[in-house]
Each structure stands twice: as structure tokens, then as C-alpha cells.
């Protein structure tokens, strides 16, 4: 899809009035900074090692609020125990299949009025979002409430129709409480792009749990920007994993504009075929005292390829900053191919910083062990990989999301080491 | 048991062995004496069946059939077992796990039920008290953070766990204190009998002053040149090897 092709989506969208009359001049605004921005290409510095052929070569056409079509969409496959399921099929709001906690507000929107969203990056898919985002949905805890049950958001891509998708997530943590997202993609087998910004913020003493699951079909590219913002005292646990979808790229935003808080960063891509999976993070420390982490790994297989961009700042302010950055890859063909880029940006003096990156095949001395005490290789590399991977999901605090990650992982080393 | 024919073995397009003879009968124990580099490490790593060491020449006859085409588990299976000179390091693969893994293998092997959790912990626990072993190792990962000597002792649980027909002891006695060289060395002795066979590869005497071998070998630059009894192995402590190179 080229600039001409969104251009025209995007008048027939406004000339059928699609969108409430009140946000159209603002839309009109963010498309037209989107046309002078243009599409990003190899050149941008920041999308460099980002493939975006998928997206080049296809045609999306851009959702409209009617494209939630209601129907039995069989969800039961991607049931998490233990949870609430917030329904969005193709951008919209479904449906809530279980009672939300009151402590607890789940709001939406599907006409686009309440589609401003606080702390933009101008980036190109960004702004696509902002000004062709037909729906909202806001999630809001109470002060001091502690939300033990994890709310799991399921986004369903279904239909005939190729369709471009822009979701917007608002996720407010209040001031004291917790709780626990689980943010899941899932499409069937048609061809979807997937377009989504979230904004997390998380107020004083306040913390939030996030899970993210990209499971998309091998005709899906998806595309997502996660802007977190953390008060003082704040805690924020991040866990993604990439194991679906031709084009997956995350941008993740953290600012740790408090003192004392606490962010940690982490993700786990099982990549095989031509999957690409990228992800950039910038950990923005602001304020004294806050420890950060990145802690990210793949498992590639076939002529899959990968990118990890993570960019920690420490500003001038933030001493007795404490931050680690780590990325390890384990590339299981050789046609696998991974960029593995952690960068620290240090301009504070009392700081405990620390980054480290390997890349390699599996250990052929590990493996020869496990084969010389009666192991067959299949069995011997089924270990390893698990071993490599189990260190992240083993961290995730729910044990019912653990298993789920656990089971996700097995399906994908079922049909990855034979 | 084992009978290793006019072995030759390349690593790496190197010539490391040039012609070993060993005949190994049921319940014998062989000690291999030599300088380091001379092979011995190549000699246990050829029959247990690593990767790149090739034999060039000659043949490995395990039970009287020839294993040098088979996999390193199916030699395992078969009965052999080495215990590492350098025990490999397994992160994020747990000790336990790991062990239950090797044994239900064999266990399958032999047509027996495989272990499950349970019956497993019961199974290792009787082990462990034979190493002197904590079971705190049992939970962590494979070799990760152990001691040199607590590697060699976990490679001794492996062992008595794997029951092996045919044991190779790469240097298990080195780096090992008085007290553990003395629980590896029972350890041995108890498993000893009639049918199972030991090849104990080691640099010091003073292992074979906790175990009897009934031939000890000397291996240079990749040939046995001399075997001989147990009194052997006092000679070369007392002369070192230079007399025998001329
Ligand atoms: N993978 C390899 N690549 C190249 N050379 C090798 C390799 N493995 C072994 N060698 C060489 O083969 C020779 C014999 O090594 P080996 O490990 O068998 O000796 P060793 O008798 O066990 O010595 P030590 O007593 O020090 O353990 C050495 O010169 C060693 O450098
Ligand atoms: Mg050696």
C-alpha cells in the first residue's frame, strides 16, 4: 500500500462521513502531517533493518465501525484461565464475557471522538493510527484497588475482506492500585494489517502487569507503538511474545518521569518461515533512583529475522539509576538472521549500567552431553531451546499466563524441531 | 566388552590417535596412564561418539558389533557411559529434569515404565546419599555454578543413575579433595562386578591406591606404548614417563 492508496481510503472514509463531525478537522490535520512524513523506507535510520515489504505489497481496506460484525466467533482457543475476556473483533468493541470487577471501568468508543491520544510519537503508523482510529477502549482502575484477576483483551481479525485495522488502547493504572493486562492478536486467515497504539499511565505508588501476545496468522503484519508513562514509586512489568504474523514490530516508549520506580522490559520471539519481528525500545530515564530492564530473546528458525533495538537514556537528573539491557538470540537455521543493537546513552555520573547482546547457534557441546547420557538429539534440542526460553516466561508472576506462554511455547517447538 | 583395533582418530583434519589396541573384558578395569596431549581425552571422546572425531582406521567393537556409525545416544543406550573431564555447563536446563530425561531414555530403551516425578525423586534421592551429594543440586542448572569437584561428583551420580555397562572415567579423580576422591572411589568399587567394565583415565597414583586395575596402559603421542599391572603405574610415578619415549 503507497501513499496514494491510504490517501484515498482515507477520503472515502470522510466523504461517507465515517467519523464523527467534531474529530474530522483534527484527522484531516494528522493525515495530512502523515502525507508530509511519508511512508518509512530502508533509509530511515530507524527502520533500517525493518522489512516492510509485506506492507508495500498489499492492500488493506481501512476498517469502518460497521466492520464489527457480531456473529459465533468460536473464542475458546484462546482462553486464558482466570480471566476476564474483553472482546475487540476487527478494531471493535464486542463484547465482555465475564463480570468486570467494579473497582474496574472498561469504557469504549467506536465513533472516534475520543480519539486524542496524550503523548504521540509523530511517526508515521503512529499518525496513521491517530487520524484513522474508529475506536477507543480505556480501561481505568480505581485508587487503591488491587485487581487480582488478570483482563485479558482478545483482538480478533475475521472476514473475507483485507482489512487495516488502528486500535487505541488507554490504560490507566490510578494511584495506588494494581492490576494485570493481557493484550492478545489473533487473526485468521485472511490478510490483515494491524495498526495499534497504546498509552499506558501509571500513577504514584501504582503498578501494572502487561502481557502481550502477538499470535497472528503468516498473513498479518502488525505494527504497534506502546507509550508508558510512570509517577513516582511506580512499577511496570512488561512481557511480550512474538510467535504469529508475517511483520511484527513494536515500538515501546517508557518514560520514568517519577522517582523510585521501576520498569521491566521484557520479550520472547519464536520466529520460523520469512517471519520478521522487530522491536525498539527507548527506557527514558528522567527522575533519581529508578531501575530499568530489558531483557529479550528469540528463537529463529527457517529464514525468519529479527531486530533488537533498545535505547536506555539516562538523563543528567536520574543519578542511582540502576539499568541492564540484555539480548540473546539462539539461530536454529543458518538462513536465520538477527541485529542486535542495546545502546546506553549515559549523561548522569552515579549510575549502574550494564548491556550485553549474543547471538549463536545452539551449543554443540550442550547438546553432545545430553546425547552421550542416552538423550536423542530431538529430545537434546527440545531441552536447550526450552532451557533458553524458560528464564523469561519462568518470571511471569501469574501462574495461569505462565502455562498458557509454556503451552504456546511447546506448539511452536512442535512444529519447529522435527 | 570394548575392543578397540588399530583405532586411528583425526579432529579437525589433525592426526590425534595413530593405532590403539585395547581389549576390555566384563568386569575388568583398565587404567590409562600419558602426558597431556596424548590423546587419551580424543580416545574416550572416539568411542563415546562426538562429533568431528573421526576414526580414519581401525574399528570400535562394543558387545562384539562395531559402533563407530552410531549416534552418541545410541552408544549411551548400548551401555556406555563417559564421565566428562570437563563437565559441560546447561543453563536454564535443570539438573533434575535433565537427569529424569537421560534415565526414562534408557528406562524406554529397556522396555521398563518410565519414571515419573515422583517415582523419580524417590529413585535419585538413594543415589544422591551415595555420592554424598546435597540435593540442592538436583536443583539448579546442569553443572551451572558447581565446583570442579562437585561437577565430577554430579557426573558420578549420573553414572549410578545410568547403571553403564562400560564406564569411562576421564580424569574424575582430578581436582577432587581426599575426602571426595575417597566417595568417588567407593562409589566405583560398589558399582564394580563381573559384568561391568571400567576405563579410568587418570594422572595420579594415588587413585589407584583407592582402586584396583587390573591393567594400567601408557598412551604417547597417540599409541599405547606400553601395558602392563598396577605396579605400572608406581614406576611411572617414580620415573615420570621419559624413559619410555626412546
Ligand atoms: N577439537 C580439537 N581440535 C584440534 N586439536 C584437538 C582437538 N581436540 C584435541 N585436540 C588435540 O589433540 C591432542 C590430544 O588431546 P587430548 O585432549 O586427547 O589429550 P589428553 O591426553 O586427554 O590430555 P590431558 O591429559 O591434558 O587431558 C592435543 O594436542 C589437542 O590439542
Ligand atoms: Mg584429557
Known amino acids: 500500500m503507497n501513499l496514494s492508496d491510504y490517501q484515498n481510503e482515507f477520503d472515502n472514509l470522510i466523504s461517507k462521513q465515517s467519523y464523527s463531525a467534531v474529530s474530522q478537522p483534527s484527522r484531516k490535520d494528522t493525515f495530512s502531517k502523515f502525507l508530509d512524513s ?26 469502518e465501525p460497521g466492520d464489527a460484525s457480531g456473529g459465533s466467533i468460536d473464542v475458546s482457543n484462546y482462553k486464558i484461565a482466570n480471566t476476564f475476556t474483553v472482546i475487540i473483533i476487527n478494531g471493535h468493541y464486542l463484547t465482555i464475557n465475564s463480570d468486570l470487577p467494579k473497582e474496574l471501568t472498561v469504557s469504549t468508543n467506536s465513533n472516534g471522538e475520543n480519539w486524542t491520544p496524550k503523548n504521540k510519537k509523530d511517526t508515521p503508523f503512529e499518525l496513521l493510527n491517530a487520524s484513522l482510529s474508529d475506536s477507543t477502549i480505556t480501561i481505568t482502575t480505581e485508587p487503591n484497588a488491587s485487581i487480582q484477576k488478570p483482563i485479558h483483551i482478545l483482538f480478533l481479525c475475521t472476514g473475507n475482506d483485507d482489512l487495516m485495522i488502528n486500535p487505541q488502547v488507554n490504560i490507566d493504572i490510578s494511584h495506588s492500585s494494581s492490576a494485570t493486562i493481557i493484550e492478545q492478536y489473533v487473526s485468521n486467515t485472511s490478510s490483515f494489517f494491524q495498526n495499534t497504539s497504546v498509552f499506558a499511565s501509571i500513577e504514584k505508588n501504582a503498578s501494572l502487569n502487561h502481557v502481550r501476545i502477538h499470535s497472528n496468522s503468516d498473513q498479518t503484519a502488525n505494527i504497534s507503538g506502546l507509550h508508558v508513562t510512570q509517577s513516582d514509586d511506580s512499577t511496570y512489568n512488561y512481557f ?143 531441552l536447550l531451546i526450552r532451557g533458553f526460553v524458560s528464564e523469561l516466561i519462568n518470571d511471569i508472576k501469574n501462574e495461569d499466563v505462565k502455562d498458557y506462554l509454556f503451552e504456546k511455547f511447546d506448539n511452536w517447538l512442535l512444529n519447529n524441531n522435527q | 566388552m570394548l575392543e578397540v583395533k588399530n583405532l586411528h582418530v583425526e579432529v579437525e583434519g589433525k ?47 562394543y558387545k562384539n558389533e562395531s559402533i563407530v556409525e552410531m549416534e552418541p545416544n545410541e552408544r549411551a543406550l548400548a551401555g556406555i557411559f563417559m564421565s566428562f573431564q570437563y563437565p559441560t555447563v546447561i543453563p ?72 553403564p555397562e562400560l564406564a569411562i572415567m576421564d580424569e574424575t579423580d582430578s581436582g577432587l579433595d581426599i575426602d571426595a576422591l575417597k566417595i568417588i572411589s567407593k562409589g566405583i568399587n560398589n558399582y564394580k562386578n563381573k559384568d561391568r567394565s571400567f576405563l579410568v583415565i587418570t594422572h595420579y597414583q594415588r587413585l589407584l591406591k583407592y582402586i584396583e586395575p587390573d591393567v594400567v596402559h601408557v598412551l604417547i603421542d597417540g599409541k599405547i606404548i606400553k601395558s602392563g599391572g598396577k605396579e605400572l603405574a608406581l614406576e611411572l610415578e617414580e620415573k615420570g614417563y621419559s624413559w619410555l619415549e626412546s
Not at chain 1, 521501576?262 to 527507548?282: M, P, R, V
Not at chain 2, 590423546?39 to 568411542?47: D, E, M, Q, V, W
Open chain 1, 38 to 63: 511519508g511512508l518509512p523506507t530502508r533509509k530511515w535510520e530507524n527502520w533500517r533493518h525493518t522489512d516492510l515489504s509485506f506492507l508495500n505489497k498489499n492492500n488493506f481496506r481501512i476498517t
Open chain 1, 240 to 382: 511480550q511474545l512474538v510467535d504469529g504474523g508475517a511483520l511484527q514490530r513494536s515500538d515501546i516508549y517508557t518514560d520514568l518521569k517519577g522517582k523510585n520506580a521501576t520498569c521491566y522490559l521484557s520479550g520472547l520471539a519464536l520466529l520460523d518461515k520469512k517471519q520478521h519481528s522487530a522491536t525498539y525500545i527507548i527506557s527514558d530515564h528522567i527522575m533519581p533512583n529508578c531501575v530499568s530492564s530489558q531483557n529479550f530473546k528469540s528463537v529463529l528458525n527457517g529464514s525468519a529475522s529479527g531486530v533488537f533495538n533498545g535505547r536506555t537514556i539516562v538523563r543528567e537528573d536520574s543519578q542511582k539509576t540502576d539499568s541492564k539491557q540484555s539480548n540473546k538470540n539462539l539461530l536454529l537455521s543458518d538462513q536465520a538472521l538477527m541485529n542486535s543493537n542495546p545502546q546506553l546513552e549515559i549523561y548522569a555520573d552515579d549510575v549502574k549500567c550494564a548491556h550485553g547482546s549474543t547471538t549463536g547457534a545452539l551449543d554443540k557441546e550442550a547438546l553432545f552431553y545430553m546425547q552421550s547420557r542416552g538423550i536423542n538429539k530431538k529430545e537434546a534440542t527440545s
Open chain 2, 15 to 61: 592426526q590425534i590417535l595413530n593405532g590403539i589396541d585395547l581389549n576390555v573384558k566384563p568386569g575388568e578395569m583398565h587404567a590409562i596412564m600419558g602426558l597431556n596431549g596424548s590423546g587419551k581425552s580424543t580416545l574416550s571422546n572416539a568411542i563415546t561418539g562426538r562429533e568431528n572425531y573421526s576414526v580414519t582406521k581401525g574399528d570400535i567393537i
Open chain 2, 92 to 163: 536454564g536446563v535443570n539438573n533434575t529434569y535433565f537427569l529424569r530425561a537421560a534415565v526414562n531414555a534408557k528406562r524406554k530403551y529397556n522396555k521398563q515404565k518410565e519414571y515419573d516425578a515422583a517415582s523419580f525423586l524417590k529413585f535419585v534421592k538413594s543415589k544422591l546419599k551415595e555420592v554424598e551429594m546435597d540435593s540442592k543440586y538436583l536443583k539448579r542448572a546442569v553443572n551451572e555454578g558447581f565446583s570442579g569437584g562437585e561437577k565430577k561428583r554430579n557426573e558420578m551420580l549420573q553414572l549410578l543413575c545410568l547403571e
